[in-house]
């Protein structure tokens, strides 16, 4: 089985190199800031067959390689700081309902851009992915901006469908500089709940201020999740920041497992001969 991977921003495509047949629960990979699209595409294969389940990968599309930076870290601006102010409303949505009926939720998707200012279409296509499957489990894999793509549309599906929507929806948080979390989505409200995954000498995770006060030693003002330093690394660096990294050496991938009925740990030979697997699904063609 092979994959080019997506081309567009939003671009919504299953890997499932595990070739398994279980759609239940439907599990998602949004990926971070500077990825190509063969990057994104051997991620999900690999994650597929760690997880030996399907995974419904959600693009997050780089602008390019050189000038590019400029635009991916401003569009992470605008996320960011759409993610900071949802927070504010969140409380308002712990005892409302269903805003629109099931039969006219379809034409509200559609035109998804008429009622939410959305600054990345892949938040827009992940909001379209859970809303329209918010009668199943749904667990969200997030890597860096992944995280604030995945939040953003999580305070969205809150507002439109209430709190309650937010049961079946449990996220894994890879390396989160995420600053908020729809109150809805916390196990004590009933929501499904979310695992921090991120080494405290991660520069980008030291963006999201409860991961910033555990490295400054404030270790009650952390959520619940895997905190270490990446020992062979600098006090502060990027290198932490690697997806691969986080998923082998934190607890990611005991706790997803877990979740999923898994045996919890799997061997170096298994997790390399999956990264092997999933490099070559992805053809020298596709390569760019």
Not at 135 to 161: C, D, P
Request: glycine letters at 8%; charged letters at 20%.
């Amino acid at each position: 089985m092979a994959f080019c991977g997506p081309s567009g921003d939003g671009d919504v495509l299953c890997y499932n190199l595990s070739g398994s047949g279980a759609h239940t629960p439907r599990l998602y990979f949004v990926n971070g800031i500077r990825v190509l699209p063969n990057e994104h595409a051997v991620t999900a294969a690999y994650l597929s067959l760690l997880l030996e389940r399907p995974i419904w990968g959600v693009y997050n599309k780089t602008a390019g390689q050189r000038l590019g930076s400029l635009v991916d870290f401003g569009q992470c601006l605008l996320d960011y700081a759409q993610n900071a102010s949802a927070r504010m409303s969140s409380h308002k949505y712990a005892d409302a309902g269903q805003k629109i009926p099931d039969s006219e939720l379809p034409a509200f998707l559609d035109a998804l851009e008429k009622h939410y200012v959305v600054w990345n279409d892949a938040t827009a296509a992940l909001f379209r992915q859970l809303v329209t499957n918010r009668r199943k489990r749904q667990l969200i894999v997030a890597h860096s901006q992944g995280n604030l793509i995945t939040s953003n549309a999580l305070f969205a599906m809150e507002k439109l469908l209430g709190a309650s929507s937010l049961k079946t929806v449990r996220v894994y948080s890879l390396a989160s500089p995420s600053p908020a979390w729809p109150l809805g989505l916390r196990h004590t409200n009933g929501g499904g709940g979310r695992q921090d995954n991120a080494f405290m000498n991660d520069l980008v995770a030291l963006l999201r201020p409860h991961n910033l006060s555990r490295k400054l030693g404030y270790r009650g003002l952390q959520n619940d999740g895997h905190f270490e330093t990446l020992e062979d690394s600098w006090t502060v660096a990027l290198r932490p920041h690697d997806s691969r990294i986080i998923i082998e050496r934190l607890n990611f991938l005991k706790s997803i497992r877990n979740d999923l009925g898994l045996s919890a740990d799997l061997s170096p030979e298994l997790l390399a001969e999956a990264a092997r697997l999933a490099e070559k699904s992805v053809p020298k063609e596709c390569l760019n």
